[in-house]
């Protein structure tokens, strides 16, 4: 009989979390079965899990104004579901976290993966001691994807560092390969390209702004892949600094790749973000990468490619990076060649499975 697993998510929209969600899902197929609650009722992620794994998508019914009420509402629900292991993911569903700690508990992982705009600069004390609470005991390990969180899990939250686990995401190099050698002769302006769900802390704006200054000085285009509540609101800036068919927002996909090879740089504008998917997956792509310096970024590119890190996060900054390899065709071929041969070294998606494996059914996963 497959193990049965319980997964908490805030939303099951598209999004770092879910992705990787699938991506082990899909991996592993009938070994597991899972069930879904998404919280606020979306579930654009499904289509991200292929056919065949066993998965239902539930909304629980609660009112989210009750937060102590809720809590013994969700001690209920896991009280009467029968699962093997309850996964929790980030700060939306620490609420379940802390039911589970009441009454029979259930052997219980909690993912987090990084913070809203909110906690983008500061962790806001009650939700530290709230996570302190609700994240201690032996029957709770906490699982976080960079060295960033693991510093504040184990210094900030104060959870001890026996049950945390730095577990690093996994890409499939091969599905995110690039999709030819690069022709000898580059021909119309050069592309930047983003991943990102349109959400406020992932700072589009920024990026909009960069590409408007850049354009000034060297002709470039820009695709948004991606969908959220932010869309109309970057697409009325767009309007408003001219930029024309020069960009295109893509919409929401199931099948980046498709983009990322359409793509000469790729751009990350966040005010916050851990060990974020677009980034390996853009490197996995041999693409250069411009991006804010925030969580594991500069931990995570290449070398060659840290003077495109940028630690002032300001458009005109970002416009800088830009320039410089938008005017220098070598200099992107070097930097992409030198992102590519680090995902697949540092990166490895089978790593990764293995140690959620590990996890999974209760074992130790080899960290080395």
Excluded at 64 to 73: E, F, V, Y
Excluded at 101 to 108: D, N, Q, S, T, V
Excluded at 148 to 163: F, G, K, N, Q, V
Excluded at 291 to 309: E, H, K, S
């Amino acid at each position: 009989m497959a193990s049965r697993i319980l997964h908490v998510f805030p939303s099951f929209e598209i999004g770092g979390a879910q992705a990787r969600f699938a991506q082990i899902a899909g991996h592993f197929g009938a070994r597991f079965d899972h069930c879904v609650f998404a919280l606020d009722g979306r579930a654009d992620a499904r289509n991200l899990v292929p056919a065949g794994v066993p998965l239902r998508i539930v909304t629980p019914d609660f009112d989210k104004r009750r937060q102590l009420a809720n809590i013994w509402t969700f001690r209920g629900i896991l009280a009467t579901t029968p699962h093997d292991l309850l996964l929790t993911y980030n700060w939306g569903a620490v609420d379940w976290a802390l039911a589970n700690r009441l009454g029979r508990r259930i052997r219980h992982i909690h993912m987090e993966d990084g913070f809203g705009p909110e906690e983008a600069d500061r962790q806001l004390p009650r939700r530290v001691w709230y996570r302190r609470i609700a994240l201690t005991g032996g029957h709770t390990i906490v699982v976080v994807p960079s060295q960033t969180l693991r510093r504040i899990a184990t210094e900030t939250w104060r959870l001890s560092a026996r049950r945390v686990r730095y577990i690093a995401n996994g890409i499939d190099c091969a599905r995110f390969a690039p999709a030819t050698p690069a022709s000898p002769v580059a021909t119309g302006p050069v592309t930047i390209g983003t991943v990102a769900t349109l959400r406020a802390e992932k700072n589009l704006g920024r990026l909009l702004d960069a590409v408007a200054a850049a354009r000034r000085q060297s002709p470039l285009r820009l695709i948004v892949v991606g969908d959220g509540p932010e869309r109309a609101a970057l697409e009325a800036q767009a309007a408003r600094l001219a930029l024309g068919d020069s960009v295109v927002f893509a919409g929401a996909t199931s099948t980046p790749e498709t983009f990322y090879r359409q793509m000469d740089v790729f751009a990350l504008s966040s005010d916050t973000e851990q060990m974020p998917y677009s980034v390996l997956e853009a490197m996995a792509c041999g693409l250069p990468v411009v991006a804010t310096d925030v969580g594991d970024i500069r931990a995570m590119v290449a070398t060659a490619n840290l003077p495109f890190i940028v630690s002032t996060r300001t458009p005109d900054a970002i416009a800088a990076a830009l320039l410089a390899l938008a005017r220098d065709r070598e200099l992107r071929l070097r930097v992409a060649s030198a992102n590519r041969e680090a995902a697949l070294d540092r990166f490895d998606v089978n790593a990764m499975f293995g140690r959620y494996l590990a996890l999974f059914e209760g074992r130790e996963p080899d960290l080395r």
